[in-house]
């Protein structure tokens, strides 16, 4: 597999974008999940979908107009696996709001969140933070959810990917 996959799965989401629009994906967004203990950081699907890491307190930066995904981290890069794409290009976390806001103010973008709400400003996590910084600078008009582009890219699946569900199939049946 490597990381052609995830390269491939974000350069796809990238094009989907709307012209000069950006997105913001926390690996953590501090969710409310049922499933897990209180003290188990919720670690976002589609984080990992786009990027293939898994470690919390990650945040990637797609923008569209220059083709290019920054992660940020609260300890610049510390715990990404040696050798990955993003540790000699990986930012504090605490430049994101800034980033954000230059690259909209500089290309007119669009930020993209997503979110399972219509809309990010209504979301108790770190993207409903992120969107009322940003609504604030900007207006909400400037605010998208990009729950159906991630989703429609999610319905497509690679060979290894079928292959992954079907050994899943298979082990339920036989646990069954």
């Not at 003290?39 to 984080?47: G, I, M, V």
């Not at 990009?146 to 079907?166: D, G, H, N, T």
Request: net charge negative; glycine share 6%.
């Amino acid at each position: 597999m490597g990381e052609q996959i995830w390269d491939r799965h974000l350069k796809h989401f990238i094009d989907g974008l709307a012209e000069s629009g950006i997105a913001v994906f926390f690996s953590d967004p501090q969710f409310f999940d049922f499933m897990q203990p209180a003290f188990t950081p919720y670690l976002d699907r589609n984080f990992y979908y786009l990027t293939g890491l898994t470690q919390p307190g990650l945040c990637l930066l797609a923008d569209k107009e220059s083709g290019e995904a920054v992660l940020y981290a609260s300890d610049e890069g510390a715990g990404l696996p040696e050798g990955s794409r993003y540790r000699e290009n990986c930012r504090p976390l605490q430049a994101l709001t800034q980033d954000v806001a230059s690259r909209m103010d500089r290309t007119g973008a669009t930020a993209w969140f997503f979110t399972y709400e219509d809309s990010p400003l209504k979301e108790k996590n770190k993207y409903g933070e992120m969107a009322a910084k940003i609504a604030e600078r900007s207006g909400p008009e400037a605010l998208k959810n990009s729950f159906s582009l991630l989703a429609r890219l999610r319905q497509k699946k690679e060979p290894w990917e079928l292959q992954e569900i079907r050994t899943a199939i298979r082990y339920t049946k036989e646990a069954l």
